[in-house]
T-cell receptor
Framework: GAGVSQSPSNKVTEKGKDVELRCDPI?????LYWYRQSLGQGLEFLIY????????KSGLPSDRFSAERTGGSVSTLTIQRTQQEDSAVYLC???????????FGPGTRLTVL | GNSVTQMEGPVTLSEEAFLTINCTYT??????LFWYVQYPGEGLQLLLK?????DKGSNKGFEATYRKETTSFHLEKGSVQVSDSAVYFC??????????FGTGTRLTIIP
């Protein structure tokens, strides 16, 4: 597609359930990033992929959070045993090695009840 | 580590007023600097960028100059419009790595 896509656009879940969020980057972009946007914390970096490997996982807030990327394309962010403080908009971005610019998807709004 | 300090909002201006949103940064090495904009109900979009000292980024009438001596990247526009109402984020990155964002400034333009 023309841009970064994310699914679902909205997810409501109960505390303690696991959720999976998906990101489809722009075709050909080797770098992929996950960020979180919440009212109290602003925009926070979570994890960065170069190809299928993740050289920087420093932003993952706990071991309940994990992410993978397969085929150098689609990425999935998984949150296990969700907590209310996980409620936020999760943003995915991708970039090419030639352009120092990240393109963002529309985000997934996660609400944990 | 890297950090970005951005002018707190919200900012409310009348149409055709002059806009400045201050941004200063702390970084190792020579980062690239960005302004992103988030219009109501939309995703983050790159507004402009500068990759080295004294570069000026510009787009849609907005400008920002990379000032290494003052570690600043202030956003300016000479005459704002109602359609400029949005949240503006200053950000930096070192190489092809993560963006570090400021807290965002909500701008509202009154007709």
């Amino acid at each position: 597609g023309a841009g970064v896509s994310q699914s679902p656009s909205n997810k409501v879940t109960e505390k303690g359930k696991d959720v999976e969020l998906r990101c489809d980057p722009i075709s050909g972009h080797t770098a992929l990033y996950w960020y979180r946007q919440s009212l109290g914390q602003g925009l926070e970096f979570l994890i960065y992929f170069q190809g299928n490997s993740a050289p920087d996982k420093s932003g993952l807030p706990s071991d309940r959070f994990s992410a993978e990327r397969t085929g150098g394309s689609v990425s999935t962010l998984t949150i296990q045993r969700t907590q209310q403080e996980d409620s936020a908009v999760y943003l995915c971005a991708s970039s090419s090695t030639k352009l120092n610019e990240q393109f963002f998807g529309p985000g997934t709004r996660l609400t944990v009840l | 580590g890297n950090s970005v300090t951005q002018m707190e909002g919200p900012v409310t201006l009348s149409e055709e007023a002059f806009l400045t949103i201050n941004c200063t940064y702390t970084a190792t090495g020579y980062p690239s600097l960005f302004w992103y904009v988030q219009y109501p109900g939309e995703g983050l979009q790159l507004l402009l960028k500068a990759t080295k000292a004294d570069d000026k980024g510009s787009n849609k009438g907005f400008e920002a100059t990379y000032r290494k001596e003052t570690t600043s990247f202030h956003l300016e526009k000479g005459s704002v419009q109602v359609s400029d109402s949005a949240v503006y984020f200053c950000a930096l990155s070192s190489g092809n790595e993560k963006l570090t964002f400021g807290t965002g400034t909500r701008l509202t333009i009154i007709p």
